[in-house]
Antibody, heavy 120, light 113 residues
Framework: QVQLQESGPGLVKPSETLSLTCTVS????????WSWIRQPPGKGLEWIGY???????NYNPSLKSRVTISVDTSKNQFSLKLSSVTAADAAVYYC??????????????WGQGILVTVSS | DIVMTQSPDSLAVSLGERATINCKSS????????????LTWYQQKPGQPPKLLIY???TRESGVPDRFSGSGSGTDFTLTISSLQAEDVAVYYC?????????FGQGTRLEIK
């Protein structure tokens, strides 16, 4: 069974870049789509964007100007960079896989999430 | 963006009773070429990531108890728990993947009465 694990700094300063990595185990990152989702404490879920193992991406227009998602198939990892962060970007960040290798699909496997705080 | 609106925001149901959560999309999420509704339901317990329950609006994920069922088409969808168990206390979210951006409902908190 596929397992995902987020990693990265839990504290980022305002105006700096948030950088997270999702490591996929128990399966190959190839031939699948992978998403990042975030959830501010006590609030709902917001989709950030997805990447295909080939490197093609699709982002939430509300974040597109600040988001970069990349993939490293040799390490079975994909990554998120969010620039110019503010307090509004504080959230638990999740990585997840798309069902059946489809872009337009629900999300079947999720990481446990990583809490990112934005503070100087 | 497709706006997903769930009702109610919170719900209290007695153990063994039926729980019904509704989700309405601001436009149809039925893809007519394959007759599939691009709609998913998740369950989220405190401190845990969301868990996939239902996809294509009515297909139960492997391992999900059969007391969970999804129905609906087009813009109106329902998640039904036929006989509420204590472990079903959670927040439930619907999600559309018909168009970008993928969007979620605001969540429905389900509690025991």
């Amino acid at each position: 069974q596929v397992q995902l694990q987020e990693s990265g700094p839990g504290l980022v300063k305002p105006s700096e870049t948030l950088s997270l990595t999702c490591t996929v185990s128990g399966g190959s990152i190839s031939s699948y789509y992978w998403s990042w989702i975030r959830q501010p404490p006590g609030k709902g879920l917001e989709w950030i964007g997805y990447i295909y193992y080939s490197g093609s991406t699709n982002y939430n227009p509300s974040l597109k100007s600040r988001v970069t998602i990349s993939v490293d198939t040799s390490k079975n990892q994909f990554s998120l960079k969010l620039s110019s962060v503010t307090a509004a970007d504080a959230a638990v960040y999740y990585c997840a896989s798309h069902i059946g290798g489809l872009a337009a699909a629900g999300l079947d496997f999720w990481g446990q999430g990583i809490l990112v705080t934005v503070s100087s | 963006d497709i706006v997903m609106t769930q009702s109610p925001d919170s719900l209290a149901v007695s153990l063994g009773e039926r729980a019904t959560i509704n989700c309405k999309s601001s436009q149809s999420v039925l893809y007519t070429s394959n007759n599939k509704n691009y709609l998913t339901w998740y369950q989220q317990k405190p401190g845990q990531p969301p868990k996939l329950l239902i996809y294509w609006a009515s297909t139960r994920e492997s391992g999900v108890p059969d007391r969970f069922s999804g129905s609906g088409s087009g813009t109106d969808f329902t998640l039904t728990i036929s006989s509420l168990q204590a472990e079903d206390v959670a927040v439930y979210y619907c999600q559309q993947y018909y168009s970008i951006p993928i969007t979620f409902g605001q969540g429905t908190r389900l509690e025991i009465k």
